[in-house]
């Protein structure tokens, strides 16, 4: 990891409209569990809370750390100030490491802000401020895997958001969840798997996960290997490319 180009394309990332509309996409979920658990019982609401946590982030948190993991050096390549940034001396691994550190970080900022408002949904409408506390396991494995899946992909492809876009909505949305042996390959259900473990889910909270099984250990790992092979994947493909 190299700090200052860690903190140059982090700053790059968090600022303008993008990083508002970002963080009001992160939020969906949270308004849509507030409003939908107005005047509901505790139990009845307790279990819309964890439905609509278990199933909507997995489109919008998904789709807004899309935007902010593709762009990260995408920018950097349309404002022509990418090749300046690959003769800087900074090894190939380095370079995809800081690149998916600000992803993530950018990524994180944004995560925390969406689950804020789940928080204070849960704390507001029932009292309890514990209720959202531990879905926030999952939002920010989310921003860890997620991004180190979608830096690559913004590098590798001009078009970065098409394949971004299909594999959470027709891989993850559809394929993951009608075929059930595919659920193991869906970030957004490894990262729940975290969340179960925290909390007993039920309903389609708890389907939600289809042969994944709850497990903080299993899901930790399991994100600790997508970052370490997203990092290889960049820097192959900066080899691949002659670039570093």
């Known amino acids: 990891m190299n700090p200052r180009l860690t903190s140059h394309l982090f700053g790059r990332l968090l600022r303008g409209k993008r990083l ?3 963080i009001l996409l992160a939020s969906v979920p949270g308004l ?5 658990m107005a005047g509901q019982s505790e139990a009845e609401a307790t279990v819309i809370f964890e439905e609509v946590l278990a199933t909507v982030p997995a489109a919008t948190l998904s789709i807004a750390i899309l935007f902010l993991a593709t762009a990260v050096l995408r920018d950097e390549r349309d404002g022509g100030t990418l090749p300046f940034l690959f003769i800087t001396p900074v090894g190939r691994m380095a370079f995809a490491g800081s690149a998916w550190l600000a992803a993530a970080g950018a990524s994180i900022v944004v995560a925390v802000a969406g689950w804020l408002v789940a928080f204070l949904a849960a704390g507001l409408t029932l009292g309890d401020w514990g209720l959202a506390v531990p879905a ?8 860890l895997a997620y991004s180190a899946v979608f ?10 958001l098409i394949p971004g876009l299909a ?22 259900r490894i990262a729940l798997s975290i969340y179960a473990d925290l909390t007993e ?3 389609a909270a708890g389907e939600m996960l289809g042969s994944v099984r709850p497990g903080v250990g299993g899901g930790v790992v399991t994100v600790l290997i ?7 994947v960049l820097s192959w493909a900066m080899r691949f490319r002659d670039a570093v």
């Open 226 to 232: 997508l970052i370490a092979a997203g990092v290889a």
């Open 151 to 160: 830096v690559p992909l913004g590098y590798l492809f001009a078009r970065s």
């Open 32 to 36: 849509v569990a507030w409003v939908s």
């Open 201 to 203: 889910l039920s309903g």
């Open 167 to 188: 594999y959470v909505f027709v891989w993850e949305g559809i394929l993951a969840t009608v075929v059930s042996g595919l659920s193991a390959s869906s970030i957004w």
């Open 20 to 22: 508002i509309g970002m």
């Open 136 to 143: 926030l396991s999952a939002y920010v494995a989310a921003a």
